[in-house]
Every structure is written in structure tokens, then in C-alpha cells.
């Protein structure tokens, strides 16, 4: 699995309030600590901050560096934002995102192609967000293939089918699995990303409800998710499923995890 980590988000609150007074120690403990979880980028997320966003993806980015090399995965509305980022972060760096939006899809190619970058497919057009899984599929089938199009490798996608809220619509989830296992059936090599908090936001319990989605997501296909990297119980039940998945060979990365004392079995 590809872990992106979720924690340097500018809609926690937490976040939000060291960005704007700069609150480098505590950016970096965030960075070291996921970086020390084990995740393969840090996702860096200002969109929050509609004033002088691209300052603080810059200080941000900047911020982030001093502590760990980590790729980067830029999280940005603003594609000036993101340009900026992807000037200093350094080679490796994930986009995120771009989608079948028309303006978007125009904005965001160019980066994608200059940085030569891996980048986020969102399964969004400018209808909005699909409701059922037909025309999730359709959408982000067809937003892959036009990347292909126009030149980005199949390793460098990221499609991503915009996990939402269970508490909002129920029938949300299980179109998104749909989507996730017929996009792995149709392009064996891209990756499948998704935000794996989205779907409890507004439910109690919300970790035991990302854990499972996750695995569920896992068992079609998913094989990177932004997520939060300091629960560790959902490290161990992602380390278990590749193992039961067929994903680690011999389970050595399983037993190393468990001889190095990372493997949480509660209760
Ligand atoms: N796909 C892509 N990028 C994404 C998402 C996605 N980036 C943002 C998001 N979704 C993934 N990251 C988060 C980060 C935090 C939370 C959820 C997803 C979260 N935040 C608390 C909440 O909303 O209740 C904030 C509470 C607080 O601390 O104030 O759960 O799907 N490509």
C-alpha cells in the first residue's frame, strides 16, 4: 500500500490556526511523526486558507522540508498553489489533484507534464460528483484514458473515486467499492487512492468505520489511501490485509512490522 498521510490539513482546526501564525514547531512535529508512521508522501493541504494561500503553501512547503524528505503530495484548489509547491518540494512530489472538470483538467495538465509528476485523478467532471457507480465509473474511466491521451503513464495516476460521507448517503460507499474493483478489473496498472476519513465524517466511532472501509476498499483493488498514520491500529489491520490479500510474500513485511513491535492486536 501507498500511505499518504492526511495530518497537515488546513480544514482541522488545529492545522488551520498554525498556519496562520506560522506555528513551525508544531507543522513539524506532524511531519516527523507521520514521516516516523511510515508514510510514502505527506499530503500538504492550505486550501482552507482562501487569503494569500499560495505564502502559505510556499511557507508550508518550506516548513515541512527542514524536518523530513519525504515526497510531498500537494493538496490544492488553486493551481497557483500548487505551481509554487511543486517549485520547492522537490522531485517525486504527488499532485493533487486534477479531474475531468474542464478548467482543471486545462490548469493542472501543464504541472502534471512540466514536473513530470505522479497526480491524483479525482472521478469528478463538470456535472459534479457521481451518485451511483455507472457514472463514477464512467467518469473516471474515462478521465484516466485521457491522461494516458495525453502522455502520463499508468504508474503516475492515482484514480481516486471521491470516498463521501456514509452518514450522508449510505448507498455512497458501496457505489465507491463498485467503482474501485471495475477500475482495477479495466487498468490493472494505475493506482487506486482515496480518502479513507471522508467516509465517516458525522459518525460516532469514526475510526472503527475508516478501518473497515479500508479494508473493504483494499479487498477490490485499493492499493494507496490518504489516511491517518498515527492510528495504529489501522496500520496493523492494513499490514494484516495485504498479507491476506496475497500482497507480502512469505509475510515478511508482516512479521518484521510485529518484531519491530508495530503490530497492534487489540483487544
Ligand atoms: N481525495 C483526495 N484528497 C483529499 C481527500 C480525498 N484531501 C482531503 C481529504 N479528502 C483527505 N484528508 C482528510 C483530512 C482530515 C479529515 C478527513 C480527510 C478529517 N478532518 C476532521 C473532520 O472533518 O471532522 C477535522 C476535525 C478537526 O480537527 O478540526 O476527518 O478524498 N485526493
Redesign the pocket.
Given at each position: 500500500m501507498i500511505l499518504i498521510g492526511?495530518l497537515l490539513?488546513s480544514?482541522?482546526?488545529?492545522v488551520r490556526a498554525a498556519l496562520e501564525t506560522r506555528d513551525a514547531a508544531f507543522v513539524q512535529d506532524l511531519a516527523r511523526r507521520q514521516t516516523d508512521a511510515g508514510v510514502h508522501y505527506i499530503?500538504v493541504?492550505t486550501g482552507a486558507l482562501l487569503d494569500h494561500e499560495v505564502e502559505c503553501m510556499q511557507w508550508l512547503v518550506r516548513t515541512v522540508r527542514e524536518v523530513t524528505d519525504r515526497p510531498l503530495c500537494i493538496?490544492s484548489p488553486n493551481p497557483e498553489a500548487l505551481a509554487a509547491a511543486l517549485e520547492l518540494a522537490g522531485p517525486g512530489t504527488l499532485i493533487?489533484?486534477i479531474s475531468a472538470e474542464a478548467r482543471r483538467y486545462e490548469d493542472v495538465l501543464p504541472l502534471v507534464r512540466k514536473h513530470q509528476a505522479p497526480v491524483?485523478a479525482?472521478g469528478m467532471d463538470d456535472e459534479g460528483l457521481p451518485e451511483d457507480a455507472d457514472r463514477g465509473y464512467a467518469v473516471l474511466s474515462q478521465l484516466i484514458t485521457r491522461l494516458e491521451r495525453d502522455g502520463v503513464a499508468p504508474a503516475n495516476i492515482f484514480a481516486?473515486p471521491?470516498?463521501r460521507p456514509a452518514g450522508a448517503n449510505t448507498a455512497i460507499p458501496p457505489a465507491v467499492l463498485d467503482v474501485i474493483g471495475r477500475i482495477r478489473a479495466a487498468f490493472p496498472q494505475v493506482h487506486i487512492?482515496?480518502?479513507i476519513?471522508?467516509v465517516s465524517?458525522g459518525l460516532p466511532a469514526?475510526k472503527l468505520i475508516n478501518r473497515t472501509f479500508l479494508t473493504l476498499a483494499m479487498s477490490r483493488g485499493l492499493d494507496a489511501a490518504?489516511l491517518d498514520p498515527l492510528d495504529t491500529v489501522l496500520m496493523s489491520e492494513i499490514a494484516a490485509a495485504e498479507l491476506l490479500l496475497g500482497r507480502d510474500s512469505f509475510a515478511m513485511n508482516f512479521i518484521s512490522l510485529y518484531r519491530a513491535g508495530r503490530l497492534e492486536e487489540k483487544p
Open positions: 492526511e490539513n480544514t482541522r482546526k488545529r499530503d493541504n493538496d493533487n489533484s491524483i479525482l481516486d471521491l470516498v487512492s482515496g480518502g476519513s471522508n465524517h469514526r490518504i
